[in-house]
C-alpha cells in the first residue's frame, strides 16, 4: 500500500509523506513542534504545501520542501490523459478528414491507391518509365479499377480558389475488377499505407476513402497523444505540456487527416521529441530504459515512413546528443539500459536502408527541369527566395497547398512559437540554447541545402510539410531551454496559460477558414447564401471539432490555473504561510510567529549531506531516482537510505 499523508517515514531525519498528485508523492522534511505548542502537547507536523508537480514553497518555519518527481505509479492518471488526449485528437483531426473534399490534399489521389494496393498485399508494383514527364518513373498496382478516377475528381475547383466544392463528380465504385492503376508513390515504404489501406477491403468509392482518412486521424492522434503525455509526465510539465499544443500547428492536424504518409511522419517526430527531450534533460524523473525505448520506437516509425525521414532523424539524434546531461549519460549506460533502444534502432535502421537500397524510393521523385538552376549561387538564391512560403505551410496552409490561412492567425501563432524559441535562446542554459540554436538553424538550412543537387533535374520541389517532424520540435525544446535555468516563473507560467486558448482559436479559425474555401469559394462572402459544398453529415464534425479542440485546449490550461488559496503566492511571489495539521485531521490551526528567544521558538535541524552518485545518472540532482520512487509506493526498505537530502541556507532552512 502507498503510504499515506502525514506518514512519517520514522527515520530521525523528519521526513513525511505529504500525499500523492497526478501520480506523484510528495516527500519532505517537517519539523516537529515544541512540546506543549498544541493544546493536548502532542508533536505535530507541518503540512508540505507543494503545488502541482512539486514547486517548492518556504513555509513560515523556515523550510524549502523538495519538489515532487513523477512516478511509474501513477499510471491511473497518466493513462486516463492519454486516452482521454488520444479520444479528443482523434476528434480533432477527424474533423479535418471529413471538412476536406476528397483527393482535395496534396498527391491524395496517390496515396490513396498505394494505399489500396498495400492492403492488398503488392508492396511495390511495376515500374513504368516515362521520359520527358514530370514523373520520369511511375508504379502501376492491381486495385479496383475505378480508383482511376480519383486522379482527376477535383479539377473543377482545385486550382480555382472562387469555385465551390460542389462541381466535383460523386467517387463511385463504378467497376470493381482490379486492374493496373498508376502511382508516383508506389516506392514508398509501406508501413503507413498497410494500416490506413485496410478500410478499401471492406468498402469501397466514397466510404472507403473516408475510411482510409478517419483511420490515418485515429493512427496520427495516438502518436501526438503519447508525446503530449510525455511532456506532461516530464519535469515542469504543466509548461512543456502547453509549449507542445503549441507545437502542434493546423497543418499537423491537417496532414493527419488525410490520406499522406507526412501526417504519420509528422506525429512520429512529435512523438519522439517529447519522450526524449524531458529524458535527456532529467533522467532521475524518469524510467531510462522505458522512456529510452519508446523514444527509439517512435525513431524507428518516423524513419520508414518517408524516402527523407532518414536524414530528419539524424539530425532530431544531432540536437538530444547536444542538449544531453551528464546524468543522461550515467543513466542510459548503467545496467546496459541502452540495450533494448539500440535493439529497436538497430533493426529499424536496417529495414528503412534496406528498403532504400532495394527499392529506390527517391527514383520516383517527379519535377520540372530548369537548366538554370544548375548554377549553385542562382539554386540558393531561389530557394531562400521560398523560405517565406515553406514556413508558412508548415504553419497553416491546406488544400493542394494553396489554401492559406488569414495573415493575421498566423502572425499571432508564428510570433508565440518565435517568442518562445527567443526566450529559450536568451534564458536557457547552455546545453539547451546549442541544442535550440542547432534546432533552429537546421530548420531553414536543410530546406535550402538539400534541394541544390537536383535542382537543375527536378527544379525547387521542397514543401513546408518535409521538414514539419523535426521543426516541430522547436517549442518543446524552447520551453526546455527556458525552464532550463530558473524554472517555471510567473512568466512562464502565465505565458503558457495565454497560449492555449490562443492555439484553440487558431485551430478553429484554421477549419472554418477550410470550410469557407470549399462551401462557397473565396469570392463569396460568408454566410451570404447558403452553403453550396457540404461536408458529409452537414454541421456535425465542425461543431465536434470546436468541442475536442476547446476541451484539449482546457485540459492543457487547467494544470497552469492557480488554485483560489494561491492567487496571492502567484501574483506576488512570495510564499503562502503553512499550515499544523493535526495528525489524525481532528483539527487545523495556523503556526503563530514564535517570539525571539521564546520557548516556541523552533530549533534547527543540522545539515544533512548530499547523496553520493549511485551510478544512476542522480548525481547533484536533489531528486530521488526512479528505483527510489518505486520503493516510496512499495514502502519498501531503502526508501530512508536512498532519499535525496536538502543541503542548508544562510537562513537555517533548506533547499532541495
Known amino acids: 500500500m502507498p503510504p499515506k499523508a502525514g506518514h512519517h517515514l520514522g527515520d530521525g531525519r523528519g521526513l513525511v509523506v505529504a500525499g500523492d498528485q497526478d501520480g506523484h508523492v510528495l516527500v519532505g522534511h517537517a519539523a516537529p513542534l515544541a512540546a506543549g505548542y498544541h493544546p493536548n502537547g502532542r508533536h505535530d507536523w507541518v503540512q508540505l504545501l507543494v503545488g502541482l508537480y512539486g514547486n517548492c514553497v518556504r513555509t513560515n518555519v523556515g523550510r524549502a520542501e523538495p519538489r515532487a518527481f513523477p512516478l511509474t505509479g501513477g499510471r491511473g492518471r497518466g493513462l486516463r490523459f492519454f486516452l482521454l488526449s488520444w479520444f479528443l485528437l482523434s476528434v480533432a483531426i477527424s474533423g479535418w ?3 476536406t473534399p476528397l483527393f482535395a490534399s496534396p498527391d491524395e489521389p496517390a496515396h490513396v491507391v498505394k494505399a489500396a494496393a498495400v492492403a492488398r498485399g503488392e508492396l511495390t508494383g511495376r515500374t513504368i518509365e516515362q521520359p520527358g514527364t514530370y514523373f520520369e518513373i511511375i508504379t502501376g498496382v492491381e486495385v479496383p479499377e ?3 478516377d480519383s486522379m482527376d475528381n477535383t479539377e473543377c475547383f482545385l486550382q480555382k480558389a472562387s469555385e465551390a466544392a460542389d462541381c466535383a463528380p460523386d467517387f463511385a465504385a463504378g467497376d470493381n475488377r482490379d486492374a493496373e492503376v ?3 508513390i508506389g516506392r514508398y515504404p509501406p508501413l503507413y499505407y498497410a494500416i490506413v489501406g485496410l478500410p478499401s477491403l471492406v468498402s469501397d468509392g466514397t466510404a472507403a476513402v473516408l475510411g482510409m482518412r478517419v483511420v490515418s486521424a485515429v493512427l496520427c492522434a495516438g502518436f501526438f497523444a503519447l508525446g503530449l503525455w510525455a511532456l506532461r509526465t516530464s519535469r515542469h510539465g504543466r509548461v512543456m505540456l502547453a509549449a507542445g499544443w503549441l507545437a ?13 504518409s507526412s501526417g504519420l511522419e509528422i506525429a512520429a517526430g512529435f512523438a519522439t521529441w517529447c519522450l526524449l527531450v524531458p529524458l535527456v534533460r532529467d533522467p532521475a524523473a524518469h524510467h531510462v530504459r522505458g522512456r529510452l525505448a519508446a523514444g527509439m520506437t517512435t525513431a524507428v516509425v518516423l524513419l520508414n515512413t518517408r524516402p527523407g525521414s532518414g536524414l530528419l532523424a539524424l539530425l532530431i539524434a544531432v540536437c538530444l546528443v547536444v542538449m544531453a546531461t551528464r546524468e543522461f549519460w550515467r543513466a542510459a549506460l548503467a545496467e546496459r539500459r541502452w540495450v533494448p533502444a539500440s535493439t529497436i534502432g538497430a533493426i529499424g535502421a536496417v529495414c528503412a536502408g534496406a528498403w532504400l537500397l532495394a527499392v529506390d524510393p527517391t527514383a520516383s521523385l517527379g519535377g520540372i527541369p530548369d537548366s538554370k538552376l544548375g548554377d549553385v549561387s542562382t539554386a540558393l538564391g531561389a530557394a531562400i527566395g521560398l523560405t517565406g512560403r515553406y514556413v508558412k505551410e508548415q504553419l497553416a496552409v491546406f488544400g493542394a497547398l494553396n489554401v492559406t490561412l488569414h495573415g493575421l492567425f498566423l502572425v499571432l501563432l508564428g510570433g508565440a512559437i518565435a517568442l518562445l524559441v527567443l526566450a529559450g535562446l536568451v534564458r536557457g542554459r547552455a546545453g539547451t540554447r546549442w541544442a535550440l540554436g542547432l534546432l533552429l538553424v537546421a530548420s531553414f538550412v536543410v530546406p535550402v541545402v538539400s534541394q541544390i543537387p537536383s535542382a537543375a533535374d527536378l527544379g525547387l520541389i521542397w514543401q513546408g510539410r518535409y521538414g514539419l517532424p523535426m521543426s516541430i520540435g522547436l517549442p518543446i525544446v524552447a520551453m526546455a531551454a527556458l525552464t532550463s535555468r530558473h524554472g517555471e516563473d510567473r512568466l512562464t507560467r502565465w505565458s503558457a496559460l495565454a497560449l492555449t486558448p490562443l492555439v484553440a482559436g487558431v485551430h478553429v479559425a484554421a477549419l ?6 470549399y462551401g462557397y469559394g473565396f469570392g463569396v462572402p460568408l454566410f451570404s447564401v ?7 453529415g452537414t454541421w456535425t464534425m465542425p461543431v465536434a471539432f470546436v468541442v475536442a479542440v476547446s476541451a484539449l485546449s482546457a485540459v492543457v490550461a487547467f494544470p497552469l490555473v492557480p488554485p483560489r488559496s494561491s492567487w496571492r503566492r502567484w501574483s506576488t511571489g512570495r510564499s503562502v504561510p503553512a499550515r499544523a495539521v493535526d495528525p489524525v485531521g481532528t483539527e487545523d490551526v495556523r503556526d503563530p510567529e514564535p517570539a525571539a528567544g521564546s520557548a516556541t521558538a523552533i530549533p534547527k535541524e543540522p545539515a544533512t549531506p548530499r547523496v553520493p552518485d549511485d551510478g544512476a545518472g542522480t548525481a547533484g540532482a536533489g531528486v530521488p531516482s526512479h528505483d527510489l520512487a518505486e520503493n516510496i509506493v512499495s514502502g519498501g526498505p531503502n526508501v530512508v537510505e536512498r532519499m535525496a537530502h536538502v543541503e542548508p541556507v544562510s537562513d537555517g532552512g533548506h533547499r532541495p
Not at 248 to 260: D, H, K, Q, R, S
Not at 512 to 517: A, E, N, Q
Open 97 to 99: 478528414a471529413i471538412t
Open 512 to 517: 472554418f477558414w477550410s470550410l469557407w474555401r
Open 146 to 148: 475505378y480508383y482511376a
Open 530 to 536: 447558403p452553403l453550396e459544398w457540404t461536408p458529409p
Open 248 to 260: 502542434v500547428t493546423p497543418t499537423a492536424l491537417f496532414f493527419g487527416g488525410m490520406v499522406n
Open 182 to 184: 498508376q502511382t508516383w
